[in-house]
């Protein structure tokens, strides 16, 4: 039988610190494993909510989710998530990905070969947090004769954001873990995952390995007030996602697979969501269900145990409004 996922909170840099602090007290009063901070450009950097995150918990876990070394080079990465370790007494862990190219670009940086950059990110940032004096020589970054001025703890996790067939291939060879965006369906995230083992398994890797995945909760005893909070949750992501998938086929698919709504019905959706209609109006449960925890505290622990089967290890689910820490306790109380 597959094992209960443990439940985490995803931050994001679209909360100011204060807020992030509060929720993450709250997860750790109601027994969260952790709390993953999402970084894209142009918002919040993550690093003084995650910094005063570690300093108001004790037990909580720290994820950054996810860096990319384009605008964060490897370097820095270590030298930074080394030293919030290091404060957080042993409690972080580092996501890497490529990031959002066209955002990247706007920097006038170059988003050439994302995979590459990747795997030569992971090898420079392991090295260095080990303590090694590295050399490295490859087609995105070099470094030369570089050793971090401190010790940082050598065996922080590293786990990699990824849904195209190669990312995942990567993720298995070389990661400790598997981050798994928002607006994935389970069926995909299945997919992923065994695309994932039989490339660690191949590399000849043997250590289980992680599978994060981000989704908005509502929980409450008024099943029809979360399910609608739920509705609009999933209408805020809508429309990008589905911009996204239109250029590549792995978000598309990520979106559509088992799902049970077609490539047409997600169009109009995504159109009248754009032209201001409520989502109430235009979201039916099933984008709820394959998008979201919602419901109950009962229908919700049913909903993470599938999200255990497809074969997640911890859920990170975001929770948004004065209710966060209600609903917090709710899902932990229902999981006893």
């Not at 990319?68 to 007494?89: K, S």
């Amino acid at each position: 039988m597959p094992a209960f996922p443990k439940l985490s909170v995803r931050l994001h840099g679209g909360m100011p610190p204060q807020q992030c602090v509060a929720q993450a007290q709250a997860a750790e009063a109601a027994g969260f494993a952790a709390v993953w901070f999402a970084e894209n450009p142009f918002g919040r950097g993550i690093l003084p909510a995650a910094a005063a995150c570690a300093v108001a918990t004790r037990s909580l876990g720290i994820g950054a989710g996810v860096f990319n070394p384009f605008n964060r080079h490897p370097t820095l990465i270590a030298m930074e998530i080394g030293a919030l370790d290091e404060l957080a007494g042993a409690r972080v862990r580092l996501g890497v990905g490529s990031g959002i190219g066209s955002a990247v670009e706007r920097m006038g940086l170059s988003h050439a070969r994302p995979l590459t950059a990747l795997g030569e990110a992971i090898a420079i940032v392991r090295a260095l947090l080990r303590g090694e004096e590295v050399t490295y020589a490859g087609e995105v970054f070099s470094v030369d004769r570089v050793r971090l001025d401190y010790v940082p703890r050598g065996d922080i996790a590293i786990y990699m954001a990824g849904r195209g067939d190669r990312s995942l291939a990567l993720c298995g060879e070389r990661a400790d873990g598997l981050l798994v965006s928002n607006m994935c369906t389970a069926p995909f995230v299945a997919l992923s995952v065994a695309l994932m083992q039989d490339a660690a398994r191949a590399a000849g890797r043997t250590e289980p390995l992680g599978v994060v995945l981000y989704m908005p909760c509502r929980v409450g005893t008024d099943r029809a007030a979360a399910v609608a909070a739920a509705k609009h949750a999933v209408a805020e992501m809508l429309p990008a996602y589905w911009s996204l998938g239109q250029r590549l086929d792995g978000a598309k698919t990520a979106l559509t697979m088992g799902s049970g709504i077609a490539e047409p019905e997600f169009a109009a959706a995504s159109r009248r969501l754009r032209a201001g209609e409520d989502a109430a109006a235009v979201l039916d449960e099933r984008f709820v269900h394959a998008f979201a925890i919602a419901g109950t505290p009962a229908d919700c622990i049913a909903q993470v145990a599938a999200c255990g089967a497809a074969g997640v290890t911890e859920l990170a689910l975001t929770f948004s409004g004065p209710q966060a820490a209600a609903e917090m306790k709710y899902l932990s109380a229902a999981r006893k």
